[in-house]
């Protein structure tokens, strides 16, 4: 009895197993793979060292089957065979206890195969773990047709309260009370080869196209960004990110766990002079152990500005300690190297002004106004759970102050803004002699809200004729951007900030719009930075932002002809970054270098309007490190399943850098530049560091030219001869001061000569000019030489 109820038990615990190894399968089959290399757990699972490590399944006392040795083997030279069974779990078992663990996740896979010509055509095999006494549960299976291997997958979590004391791996066939009575069916003999069980660990890389191409929005498809900050130098838009990333942390299925923002320490980093091809320059390890502010836990919602200081110009990054406190780590430049010059947070509760009513002492926002005065708005919440009209539109809880000359360190004390339905992300900015301050509204304290102040969680901003304000309920103007799921679906909260890039300004906002391609929907609170123009009116108000995928226009083209960090990119899908040692070759010896990684067969990435002029191009090269045989890089036009214009081979040793070249006959104008990633499957193929491309040089007529000067009697003459060292006839015009003359075709190998007089019996020296025009390529070709002539004294 007890065995029966046993089995009963087990069955359904194998039904919620199953769904969730079949919703895992199905993710895995559109999304591609999330499971990283890890060691397999079975011991011998290839059954290489003939039975070593396996036995019988002996969990009920009436199992039992013979195990034997095959050369019959799915891969290798050997399998086990598995005969003369008593029960449907009678099967090979291997014990892992010890070897994993409550509450971790892992993958198992199995290669089965039945040949009894009086078995079923198609038969159903399990991989089941055993955790002694009744408990089982089936953690993979598959159906496979008679004769043929079959590969049971699945992926399974031991529940956090599951003892694993004992711990067993078997593979079986489906649970039935009277197996006996149909041997052939539920008896069967079977073969297994290549069993594994690994710890599941899951890949952060994103699968999903996140960034359709032909758009702007998200700003990057391969990271998340939030609370983009965005800081213009030298025509180039650096944008300062939330690393949301940190907290992603897709399980089996794909979809991750919460964003609760506890792990966030760095600050995400990327560039463009664009603003549709954006260069990744990693995370900037700002908090915690390994950070430059170690004296902080995290760092959100920064914030940039440079001055110069003393005769050189730093970089000042702000950042929120989570709801604590802010702080300000020094760069060099607008990407590191970066110092801690301060030793603590910038402000704190102790921070004049900057207690009364506030939640939280974050979200700073910097601004230096033309006299070079730097301003810090900083602060959110202020909830004071009264429910009232009062607290809910008018917290108070945010605050402008000014900073020190140094930047880092406040000035006097903190002032109120009493911004309608304040809740957090302050930002200030100029334009026209007019100050702006813009904020996230907040989602309601209770209170009845106030039809005159902005909507719940939308950006609004207030005007003045001064940083300080005063910031009173009469500056505010009205709403910059709604909530974001107004326009994308998905809610929660948002962060701006304002630049301007030549004559346009821009507004910056964060979607959780990869997160919601991800998943197909849903979302785990993780944002993605997004860029709309912003527009004024005559009287300096702001017109409404709308969010979409579209974004901005590509304001330049990108120039082919030099070395362009491959992470710099339009359009990807499929692709990783990392940073590797040693400075970058676009950016300077001082600046992180990355590269794109987890380059799988199909994976790709791309430039947008890469303009290869009227001449064109004749070559790409790449620098690559190959990690796999057989890779290569196919150069696609306008498409990412274009034709081919050139194959990149990336054959060189397996771990070292390499630059193979490929040849590109008649790219001229602009295009979208497609790199896709071919090899082996399931292979990681290699990984790439940089591209650049060669300009095709100008054909020319070849000419050898001298001029010099010389007496005839009393008059002295200027002498050229050009000689045509090009393989084609060409026309040939000598021109000096003293007149010009044209030779028409004149041969290969032959001359032009004239001897002008100068009608003068002193000369100073000069220079005489020579074009030649002929036929190369089909295309008429002109070039230009110069050669000088000494002066004469005839007389
Ligand atoms: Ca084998
Ligand atoms: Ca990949
Ligand atoms: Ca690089």
């Given at each position: 009895m007890s065995k029966r109820v046993g089995k009963t038990t087990r069955r359904r615990v194998a039904a919620i197993a199953m769904a969730g190894a079949l919703l895992g399968a199905a993710v895995t089959a559109t999304a591609g793979p999330v499971q990283a290399a890890a060691p397999n757990i079975i011991v011998n699972g290839g059954f290489e060292d003939g039975l070593s490590g396996w036995f019988v399944?002996?969990?009920?006392?009436?199992?039992?089957?013979?195990?034997?040795?095959?050369?019959?083997?799915?891969a290798g030279s050997g399998a086990v065979l598995v005969t003369d069974r008593k029960t449907t779990g009678s099967g090979p078992m291997q014990d892992l206890s010890g070897k994993v663990q409550a509450g971790k996740t892992y993958a198992v896979t199995a290669r089965v195969k039945y040949e009894n010509p009086n078995s079923p055509a198609t038969k159903q095999?399990?991989?089941?773990?055993?955790?002694?006494?009744?408990?089982?549960?089936?953690?993979?299976?598959?159906?496979?047709?008679?004769?043929?291997?079959?590969?049971?997958?699945?992926?399974?979590?031991?529940?956090?309260?599951?003892?694993?004391?004992?711990?067993?791996?078997?593979?079986?066939?489906?649970?039935?009370?009277?197996?006996?009575?149909?041997?052939?069916?539920?008896?069967?003999?079977?073969?297994?080869?290549?069993?594994?069980?690994?710890?599941?660990?899951?890949?952060?890389?994103?699968?999903?196209?996140?960034?359709?191409?032909?758009?702007?929005?998200?700003?990057?498809?391969?990271?998340?960004?939030?609370?983009?900050?965005?800081?213009?130098?030298?025509?180039?838009?650096?944008?300062?990110?939330?690393?949301?990333?940190?907290?992603?942390?897709?399980?089996?299925?794909?979809?991750?766990?919460?964003?609760?923002?506890?792990?966030?320490?760095?600050?995400?980093?990327?560039?463009?002079?664009?603003?549709?091809?954006?260069?990744?320059?990693?995370?900037?390890?700002?908090?915690?152990?390994?950070?430059?502010?170690?004296?902080?836990?995290?760092s959100w919602a920064p914030a940039m500005e440079s001055k110069v200081v003393d005769g050189k110009e730093k970089f000042f990054l702000y950042f929120a300690n989570n709801g604590g406190g802010s702080g300000v780590i020094v760069g060099d430049s607008p990407i590191g190297p970066w110092h801690d010059e301060r030793g603590n947070l910038l402000i704190t509760s102790a921070t004049p002004g900057a207690s009364n009513g506030i939640n939280w002492l974050f979200d700073p926002g910097v601004f230096i106004d033309d006299d070079g005065q730097g301003y810090l708005v900083f602060g959110g919440g202020g909830d004071d759970g009264t429910r009232s009209a009062e607290n809910t539109n008018h917290p108070k809880s945010t605050r402008v102050i000014r900073l020190g000359d140094d930047m880092i360190s406040t000035q006097g004390s903190a002032e109120v803004i009493d911004a309608p339905l304040v809740f957090e992300a302050g930002h200030l900015f100029k334009r026209d002699g007019k100050y702006y301050y813009s904020y996230s509204s907040n989602f309601g304290f209770g209170g009845p809200i106030d039809p005159n102040g902005p909507p719940t969680g939308a950006i609004a901003y207030l005007m003045a004729d001064s940083p300080m304000g005063p910031w009173t309920p009469e500056t505010y103007k009205g709403v910059i951007f709604r909530n974001p799921g107004t326009y994308f679906g998905a809610g929660g909260n948002n962060h701006q900030s304002v630049f301007k890039l030549g004559d346009q300004y821009y507004f910056t906002y964060h979607a959780q719009t990869l997160n919601s391609r991800i998943t197909g929907g849903a979302t785990q609170g993780f944002r993605s930075p997004h860029l709309a123009k912003l527009d004024f009116n005559a009287d300096g108000t702001i017109k409404e932002v709308r969010g979409d995928y579209k974004g901005v226009e590509q304001i330049r083209d990108l120039d082919p002809y030099r070395v362009i960090e491959a992470e710099t990119i339009a359009w990807q899908q499929g692709i990783a970054t990392k940073k590797i040692d040693g400075g970058s070759e676009e950016f300077g010896a001082q600046a992180p270098n990355l590269v794109v990684h987890d380059i799988d067969n199909g994976d790709w990435t791309s430039l947008a309007k890469v303009d290869f002029g009227a001449e064109g191009a004749t070559g790409v090269t790449a620098k690559v490190r190959p990690l796999a045989t057989g890779g290569k890089i196919e150069v696609r036009l306008d498409g990412r399943t274009s034709p081919v214009v050139a194959t990149i081979p990336v054959d060189a040793p397996l771990g070292e850098w390499t630059k193979p070249t490929a040849r590109l006959d008649g790219v001229t104008g602009v295009h979208d530049v497609y790199f896709t990633y071919a090899g082996p499957d399931g292979a990681d193929l290699f990984e790439v560091d940089s591209w650049s491309f060669e300009a095709a040089s100008s054909p020319e007529v070849a000419l050898t030219v001298t001029a010099s000067s010389r007496c005839i009697g009393s008059s002295a003459y200027v002498a050229v001869t050009a000689v045509n060292d090009s393989g084609v006839p060409a026309t040939i015009t000598l021109t000096t001061p003293y007149g010009s003359k044209t030779v028409a075709d004149v041969a290969p190998g032959k001359q032009a000569y004239q001897s002008f007089n100068t009608r003068a019996g002193?000369?100073?020296?000069?220079?005489?000019?020579?074009?030649?025009?002929?036929?190369?390529?089909?295309?008429?070709?002109?070039?230009?030489?110069?050669?000088?002539?000494?002066?004469?004294?005839?007389?």
């Amino acid at each position: 009895m007890s065995k029966r109820v046993g089995k009963t038990t087990r069955r359904r615990v194998a039904a919620i197993a199953m769904a969730g190894a079949l919703l895992g399968a199905a993710v895995t089959a559109t999304a591609g793979p999330v499971q990283a290399a890890a060691p397999n757990i079975i011991v011998n699972g290839g059954f290489e060292d003939g039975l070593s490590g396996w036995f019988v399944n002996n969990g009920n006392s009436t199992d039992g089957a013979t195990l034997s040795p095959t050369t019959d083997a799915y891969a290798g030279s050997g399998a086990v065979l598995v005969t003369d069974r008593k029960t449907t779990g009678s099967g090979p078992m291997q014990d892992l206890s010890g070897k994993v663990q409550a509450g971790k996740t892992y993958a198992v896979t199995a290669r089965v195969k039945y040949e009894n010509p009086n078995s079923p055509a198609t038969k159903q095999f399990f991989a089941t773990m055993h955790y002694g006494g009744a408990t089982y549960t089936n953690v993979g299976t598959v159906t496979v047709a008679r004769g043929q291997w079959g590969l049971i997958q699945g992926t399974f979590t031991i529940p956090a309260s599951q003892s694993v004391a004992t711990a067993r791996l078997f593979i079986e066939t489906p649970w039935t009370s009277d197996p006996g009575s149909a041997p052939d069916t539920h008896l069967m003999d079977f073969k297994v080869d290549d069993v594994s069980v690994t710890e599941f660990v899951p890949s952060t890389t994103i699968e999903a196209l996140g960034k359709n191409p032909g758009e702007g929005n998200p700003l990057i498809s391969h990271k998340f960004g939030a609370d983009g900050n965005a800081f213009v130098h030298d025509g180039r838009v650096y944008i300062y990110m939330t690393n949301d990333t940190q907290e992603y942390k897709p399980g089996p299925t794909g979809v991750s766990s919460t964003n609760t923002y506890a792990s966030i320490n760095t600050i995400t980093v990327i560039s463009s002079d664009d603003l549709m091809n954006w260069v990744d320059h990693g995370e900037i390890p700002v908090a915690g152990p390994n950070g430059v502010a170690r004296y902080a836990n995290n760092s959100w919602a920064p914030a940039m500005e440079s001055k110069v200081v003393d005769g050189k110009e730093k970089f000042f990054l702000y950042f929120a300690n989570n709801g604590g406190g802010s702080g300000v780590i020094v760069g060099d430049s607008p990407i590191g190297p970066w110092h801690d010059e301060r030793g603590n947070l910038l402000i704190t509760s102790a921070t004049p002004g900057a207690s009364n009513g506030i939640n939280w002492l974050f979200d700073p926002g910097v601004f230096i106004d033309d006299d070079g005065q730097g301003y810090l708005v900083f602060g959110g919440g202020g909830d004071d759970g009264t429910r009232s009209a009062e607290n809910t539109n008018h917290p108070k809880s945010t605050r402008v102050i000014r900073l020190g000359d140094d930047m880092i360190s406040t000035q006097g004390s903190a002032e109120v803004i009493d911004a309608p339905l304040v809740f957090e992300a302050g930002h200030l900015f100029k334009r026209d002699g007019k100050y702006y301050y813009s904020y996230s509204s907040n989602f309601g304290f209770g209170g009845p809200i106030d039809p005159n102040g902005p909507p719940t969680g939308a950006i609004a901003y207030l005007m003045a004729d001064s940083p300080m304000g005063p910031w009173t309920p009469e500056t505010y103007k009205g709403v910059i951007f709604r909530n974001p799921g107004t326009y994308f679906g998905a809610g929660g909260n948002n962060h701006q900030s304002v630049f301007k890039l030549g004559d346009q300004y821009y507004f910056t906002y964060h979607a959780q719009t990869l997160n919601s391609r991800i998943t197909g929907g849903a979302t785990q609170g993780f944002r993605s930075p997004h860029l709309a123009k912003l527009d004024f009116n005559a009287d300096g108000t702001i017109k409404e932002v709308r969010g979409d995928y579209k974004g901005v226009e590509q304001i330049r083209d990108l120039d082919p002809y030099r070395v362009i960090e491959a992470e710099t990119i339009a359009w990807q899908q499929g692709i990783a970054t990392k940073k590797i040692d040693g400075g970058s070759e676009e950016f300077g010896a001082q600046a992180p270098n990355l590269v794109v990684h987890d380059i799988d067969n199909g994976d790709w990435t791309s430039l947008a309007k890469v303009d290869f002029g009227a001449e064109g191009a004749t070559g790409v090269t790449a620098k690559v490190r190959p990690l796999a045989t057989g890779g290569k890089i196919e150069v696609r036009l306008d498409g990412r399943t274009s034709p081919v214009v050139a194959t990149i081979p990336v054959d060189a040793p397996l771990g070292e850098w390499t630059k193979p070249t490929a040849r590109l006959d008649g790219v001229t104008g602009v295009h979208d530049v497609y790199f896709t990633y071919a090899g082996p499957d399931g292979a990681d193929l290699f990984e790439v560091d940089s591209w650049s491309f060669e300009a095709a040089s100008s054909p020319e007529v070849a000419l050898t030219v001298t001029a010099s000067s010389r007496c005839i009697g009393s008059s002295a003459y200027v002498a050229v001869t050009a000689v045509n060292d090009s393989g084609v006839p060409a026309t040939i015009t000598l021109t000096t001061p003293y007149g010009s003359k044209t030779v028409a075709d004149v041969a290969p190998g032959k001359q032009a000569y004239q001897s002008f007089n100068t009608r003068a019996g002193n000369i100073d020296a000069g220079t005489v000019t020579v074009k030649a025009t002929a036929t190369i390529d089909g295309k008429q070709v002109t070039s230009s030489y110069d050669a000088g002539y000494a002066a004469a004294s005839c007389r």
